[in-house]
């Protein structure tokens, strides 16, 4: 279980002091069975007047900071070290009833499953449904989990990762369209492509680094998003289209959401003279540390 070490600075500058309203901030990573936080500390420069943790509707750590002085830049520095339990591919079990698809989630599943299956981006021409269609293989070859390592890799191989530092999010049909765009973008598209499946799917915000003996990964230095499929027999099964990983092995999570705008990382209002912002900058930088490994100790005992 590789201990990870995650610094996360996000830096906003001014032209001249400006007053900054209530700040929503979502750093921390999620607490589960694989994933511990060692450690955490949130920092904020200018210092705010009041800082408050909270629990949101999914049960991310949300920080909410509100401010009584003006400055001309506010850095906000997240530090962790989590000890991550990497889930690979061949972990993943699925019960019988689900195993080809398509299937129905039972009875008990469906009530809270509802509105991660529900679409939130128009498709009136049916564009999506039929690209998620197009991994449906004759004869359901290798069934649900095939299927949806067929779009994870397939987003990988056909699209181009483009960085893109403005707020917001490409709608589905515009990623498809191009064929680029960041990983939020890709997230977005997999996770309503996956819905119209019929199958319930979260967004999610995190980082990423890099294990031992793998590929290159895209997406590091920020933060990163990818997608949860819910899977009877494993619950919640991590994909990320933007490098074709199937599985949790190099993502830390910290925000889940039913839709993007739930989970962004940082928000919050500033008023003074128009114009007045400069830039933002964003540096994550994460490294899985050295963990040494001690052998359990049993007292000497003298033979009788």
């Not at 607490?31 to 210092?47: F, K, M």
């Not at 499946?197 to 967004?203: D, E, H, I, N, V």
């Not at 540096?283 to 963990?291: N, S």
């Amino acid at each position: 279980m590789p201990t990870v070490s995650i610094n996360h600075v996000t830096r906003y500058r001014y032209r001249r002091d400006v007053a900054f309203g209530e700040h929503r901030i979502l750093v921390r990573p999620r607490e589960s069975y694989d994933q511990r936080v060692l450690s955490a500390s949130l920092e904020i420069d200018p210092e705010p007047v009041s800082l408050r943790w909270l629990q949101d509707v999914f049960g991310n750590a949300v920080a909410i900071a509100t401010f009584d002085r003006r400055a001309d830049t506010l850095e906000i520095r997240g530090s962790a070290e989590v000890e991550h339990l990497p889930t690979c591919e061949e972990h993943i079990q699925v019960e019988p009833y689900a195993a080809c698809y398509p299937f129905t989630y039972s009875a008990e599943d469906m009530p809270d499953l509802l509105r991660s299956i529900e679409r939130d981006y128009s498709d009136r021409d049916r564009v999506i449904d039929d690209w998620a269609m197009g991994f449906v293989e004759p004869g359901n070859a290798g069934g649900t989990l095939a299927l949806l390592k067929r779009m994870t890799q397939a987003i990988r191989r056909d699209f181009d990762y483009q960085p893109r530092e403005t707020k917001g999010i490409q709608p589905p049909l515009t990623t498809l369209s191009l064929g680029s765009g960041t990983c939020r973008d890709f997230a977005l598209l997999m996770m309503e492509a996956v819905r119209s499946l019929g199958l319930a799917a979260r967004f999610v915000s995190g980082y990423l680094y890099q294990p031992d003996n793998d590929n290159a990964r895209v997406g590091g230095h920020s933060t990163h998003a990818w997608v949860r499929v819910f899977l009877p027999g494993s619950g919640w099964v991590e994909y990320d289209p933007t490098n074709g990983i199937v599985g949790n092995r190099g993502l830390i999570r910290v925000a889940v959401a039913r839709d993007p705008q739930q989970a962004t990382p940082l928000s919050g209002t500033w008023r003074g003279v128009k114009g007045s912002q400069i830039d933002m900058n964003v540096d994550v930088r994460i490294k899985q540390l050295e963990v040494e490994t001690r052998h359990p100790h049993f007292p000497h005992k003298e033979p009788a």
